[in-house]
């Protein structure tokens, strides 16, 4: 079976920096992809890892680690407009995504 | 489009209606994901087209869920006799190559009676 945790709820201050962690079990792996979701919005993409180690993209950052079915997404300066909803997902395989429940961010001031 | 287009973008049925919920995908993309959202949570995988092909239907709840995408493009979900249970946002996504970024139409949200 297939199954990706994260955590439900976080909360962060304003130009702090958060961190989001997914740990996962699926039969296989094919990339692991972050999106963002404001409520009642469309997922948007956010970052995708194949290979082992960081991938960096302006304010955000996403590591992974296949041997321990591990990955974080890293938020640095966060604003107000990034709460939202993270999600983390999984391809196992060559097969559709797969994703965890998502993780809830408030930025308080 | 631009972008993945859903419609109705809202829509409320009384238990027992049939629904159909449609998706436009971005232009030129062959493969097309349904997924359903219940409140506070991840999507869950419905089915997935390549073309018209309908490759893996493995996550449709039951019988009444039906999809196609009968000239590869446009594509229609179904659900026949809904329930309570069925109220969620149905999500469609496309993406240009199997293993490619999804890119998600924004939804409709289905509030069954």
């Known amino acids: 079976g297939q199954n990706i945790d994260q955590p439900t709820e976080m909360t962060a201050t304003e130009g702090a920096i958060v961190q989001i962690n997914c740990t996962y079990q699926t039969s296989g792996f094919n990339g692991l992809f972050w999106y963002q979701q404001h409520a009642g919005e469309a997922p948007t993409f956010l970052s995708y890892?194949?290979?082992?180690g960081l991938e960096e993209k302006g304010r955000f950052s996403s590591f992974l680690s296949r041997s321990k079915g591990y990955s974080y997404l890293l938020l640095k300066e966060l604003q107000m407009k990034d709460s939202a909803s993270y999600l983390c997902a999984v391809r196992p395989a060559h097969t559709p995504l797969v994703f965890g429940k998502g993780t809830r961010l408030s930025v308080i001031a | 489009g631009a972008g993945v287009s859903q419609s109705p973008r809202y829509k409320v049925a009384k238990r027992g209606q049939d629904v159909a919920l449609r998706c436009d995908p971005i232009s030129g993309h062959v493969s097309l994901f349904w997924y359903q959202q219940a409140l506070g949570q991840g999507p869950e995988f419905l089915t997935y087209?390549?073309?018209?092909?309908?490759?893996?239907k493995s996550g449709l709840p039951s019988d009444r869920f039906f999809a196609e995408r009968p000239e590869g493009s446009v594509s229609t979900l179904k659900i026949q006799r809904t329930q309570q249970e069925d109220s969620a946002v149905y999500l469609c996504?496309?993406?240009?190559?199997?293993?490619?970024?999804?890119?998600f139409g924004e939804g409709s949200r289905l509030t069954v009676l």
């Open positions: 087209f390549q073309n018209e092909a309908q490759l893996d």
């Open positions: 890892n194949v290979l082992d």
């Open positions: 996504a496309s993406t240009s190559g199997a293993d490619g970024e999804l890119f």
